[in-house]
Nanobody, 125 residues
Framework: QVQLVESGGGLVQAGGSLRLACAAS????????MGWFRQAPGKEREFVAA????????TYADSVKGRFTISRDNPENTVYLQMNSLKPEDTAVYYC??????????????????WGQGTQVTVSS
């Protein structure tokens, strides 16, 4: 079983930065792919970024490419999402997700087994 707890959300002006963190419990963290998703009011949950278990492979949604960076610290059981040049359209609840051990990197939410409770990010114009 893996438990995920996100932190780092908040209110920021357009053009600003935030760093989200996701702390994971469970021994399988270091062998599982991790992802970040977001859901804005009235919209479906969408993929933001994902990282392989080793941290060597990353992938991003086109809408955040070049502005967001996903990284992980396996000894600390933590995955991060550095968000720069934030825009009002980035406003959403951001969720951390964990795949199963040795699972391939994926952008599909249904393939992630574990989810955090979410953290609110609000970008004002």
């Amino acid at each position: 079983q893996v438990q995920l707890v996100e932190s780092g959300g908040g209110l920021v002006q357009a053009g600003g930065s935030l760093r989200l963190a996701c702390a994971a419990s469970g021994r399988t963290f270091s062998t599982a792919p991790m992802g970040w998703f977001r859901q804005a009011p009235g919209k479906e949950r969408e993929f933001v970024a994902a990282i392989s278990w080793s941290g060597t492979i990353t992938t991003y949604a086109d809408s955040v490419k070049g502005r967001f960076t996903i990284s992980r610290d396996n000894p600390e059981n933590t995955v991060y999402l550095q968000m720069n040049s934030l825009k009002p359209e980035d406003t959403a609840v951001y969720y951390c997700a964990a795949g199963r051990p040795t699972q391939s990197l994926t952008t599909r939410s249904r393939e992630y087994a574990y989810w955090g409770q979410g953290t609110q990010v609000t970008v004002s114009s």
